[in-house]
């Protein structure tokens, strides 16, 4: 059974920083990509970062390139997100998902990815 479980989200004042940790269970991320999403209150889900495990290239929403980074650890099948410099517009329930048939150029499209984790909420407070 394919399990993917996020952790690290917290209240923090802005210009702080978070690490975001998914770990997944019942697969590997050696043949499939990782994504981050968000949702605040009201708004759509939102792609945040991706990372594939066949090349390690990764990708950024635009709002959040130069602050977040994503990575990847094989041996413990885990995938992390690390937030600096955060603002109030980070506020959100991030999740992390897994895409079985990677294809980079779609990454930011929600609809693809083939499992979910429940979500980790970050708040960022002024």
């Known amino acids: 059974e394919v399990q993917l479980v996020e952790s690290g989200g917290g209240l923090v004042q802005a210009g702080g920083s978070l690490r975001l940790s998914c770990v997944a269970s019942?697969?590997?991320?050696?043949?499939?990509?990782i994504g981050w999403f968000r949702q605040a209150p009201g708004k759509e889900r939102e792609g945040v970062s991706y990372?594939?495990?066949?090349?390690?290239?990764?990708y950024y929403a635009d709002s959040v390139k130069g602050r977040f980074t994503i990575s990847n650890d094989g041996a413990k099948n885990t995938v992390y997100l690390q937030m600096n410099s955060l603002k109030l517009e980070d506020t959100a329930v991030y999740y992390c998902a897994a895409d079985l048939v990677p294809d980079p150029e779609q990454w930011y499209k929600a609809v693809r990815y083939d499992y979910w984790g429940l979500g980790t909420l970050v708040t960022v407070s002024s």
């Open positions: 990372i594939s495990s066949r090349d390690g290239s990764t």
């Open positions: 019942g697969f590997t991320f050696d043949d499939y990509a």
